[in-house]
């Protein structure tokens, strides 16, 4: 391998830590002022830190110390997301800087009190992503603000191969024209909403110069903004999460030792977006053999008592893929 003289980069390691309470799904933020030399001083940013090259034997425990340090809290299921190396994506570089690549991480975690003096603080995932939530039905925010700005976009080129390549992408990302909504297609939604400019990140400086954006007026409905890329993190590890829940049993990192099958199907809920069908939810998960009765019953559901179940740890040795269905309602 070839190194070019003068070469210069700075790798930084980011953390999504992702937990779901009261059927919300939550991330962990830090104020973009614990970011280094960046500019998103008051936006929400993800946990961040740099890699010592030295004393960080391997990258996932020098997530896990940054995390710590600024969050308190000790991860336990961590998988390695993607690297983000974009060139100009960190104010570092406009002022002459190495250029930033950053290795993000999930992290599934049942939610925990922060302590008074945290940095860090809890925050509604769709709040960042308002038109991936569909459990409530279609979100306004489609049609009163993405499609119209999207269509606008799609037109706004006379190369008649461009319009029909945009016109393509428009249709599959956001189940147009024949296409079926795709719960997985989080990024390829958020990077199309970054292209148009019809997002705030899409005003960004570019060597010196601001970018050119479709302003949006309506800007409350397209979410709130976080420092730097992350919110492409944040896209990323939702669109990993809705594919995996498919065959990992990963949302059981996210439940209490044991829990209700409704608490299981508002995680999974959650964290598809989407409503599912109560009954067939409740056949798939028994056909897959992923919980067993405890034979205990909860009586403090506010309702009718429930029998409490637990995951079964066998069914990774039993199944290829045991992960949990998604029956939609």
């Given at each position: 391998m070839t190194i070019r003289k003068g070469q210069r980069f700075m790798v930084g390691l980011n953390a999504v830590i992702v937990a779901v309470t009261d059927e919300?799904?939550?991330?962990?933020?830090?104020?973009?002022?614990?970011l280094s030399m960046t500019d998103d001083h008051e936006l929400a940013a993800l946990p961040f830190g740099p890699l010592d090259a030295e004393k960080d034997r391997t990258l996932e425990r020098g997530v896990r110390g940054w995390v710590r340090e600024q969050t308190g809290l000790e991860l336990e299921y961590v998988e390695q997301?993607?690297?983000?190396?974009?060139r100009h994506r960190h104010p570092i570089e406009h002022q002459g800087g190495p250029r930033m690549?950053?290795?993000?991480y999930l992290a599934l975690i049942r939610e925990v009190k922060l302590a008074l003096d945290s940095r860090a603080k809890w925050l509604d995932y769709y709040s960042f992503l308002p038109w991936e939530d569909w459990r409530r039905g279609r979100p306004k925010v489609l049609d009163q603000v993405i499609l119209p700005?999207?269509?606008?976009?799609?037109?706004?080129?006379e190369e008649w191969a461009s319009r029909t390549h945009r016109q393509e992408r428009l249709a599959i990302a956001f189940g147009l024209g024949g296409s079926e909504w795709d719960g997985e297609k989080v990024l390829e939604r958020y990077e199309l909403l970054y292209e148009a400019g019809i997002i705030d990140e899409s005003v960004r400086t570019y060597r010196g110069k601001r970018r050119p954006s479709t302003a949006v007026e309506k800007r409350e409905l397209m979410g709130r903004r976080m420092a730097l890329d992350h919110r492409r993190m944040l896209a990323t590890a939702l669109g990993r999460l809705r594919g995996k829940i498919k065959y990992r049993p990963v949302v059981f990192e996210l439940l209490s030792p044991t829990f209700r099958l409704l608490q299981l199907q508002r995680v999974v809920e959650a964290l598809a977006g989407v409503r599912l069908h109560k009954q067939n939810f409740r056949r798939l998960v028994d056909r897959g053999g992923l919980v067993e009765g405890t034979g205990q019953i909860d009586s403090?559901?506010?309702?009718r008592p429930a029998e409490l179940f637990r995951f079964r740890r066998e069914v990774l040795t039993e199944r290829r893929a045991p992960g949990v269905g998604l029956p939609t309602s």
């Open positions: 919300s799904p939550r991330v962990l933020t830090v104020r973009g002022s614990e997301l993607y690297t983000f190396g974009d690549l950053s290795i993000a700005k999207l269509e606008e976009w799609v037109t706004g080129t403090e559901t506010g309702g």
